[in-house]
Nanobody
Framework: QVQLVESGGGLVQAGGSLRLSCAAS???????MGWFRQAPGKEREFVSG??????????ADFVKGRFTISRDNAKNTVYLHLQMNSLSPEDTAVYYC????????????????????WGQGTQVTVSS
């Protein structure tokens, strides 16, 4: 059974940092992985994606220079991380981890339909 479990969310002041993590298990491998977010009253949007080797990373324009995605392809579990710096209240949202079985280009990494599995989400709240 595939499981994606996010952690690391919480409440932080504007300008602060958080590190989100996602533990993906239940398959022998995961290829494309990414982070999406959904703020209240808004649609889910792409944040960042990474290829299986980590050689391709892509970021939404609104997080470039502030967030860094990384992954650790361990034997039975793939760990996906999102280091978030210089947070602002506009970053307040539920952040979702996503994993797919196919590796994709930077363009396809940004599409929700490139992913086969989703986590339950972790809340990030940034106070002003």
């Amino acid at each position: 059974q595939v499981q994606l479990v996010e952690s690391g969310g919480g409440l932080v002041q504007a300008g602060g940092s958080l590190r989100l993590s996602c533990a993906a298990s239940g398959r022998t491998f995961f290829s494309a992985m990414g982070w999406f977010r959904q703020a209240p009253g808004k649609e889910r949007e792409f944040v960042s994606g990474i290829s299986r080797s980590g050689g391709t990373t892509v970021y939404a324009d609104f997080v470039k220079g502030r967030f860094t995605i990384s992954r650790d392809n361990a034997k039975n579990t793939v760990y996906l991380h999102l280091q978030m710096n210089s947070l602002s209240p506009e970053d307040t949202a539920v952040y979702y981890c996503a994993a797919g079985l196919t590796d994709y280009s930077a363009v396809r990494l940004q599409r929700p339909d490139s992913y086969d599995y989703w986590g339950q989400g972790t809340q990030v709240t940034v106070s002003s």
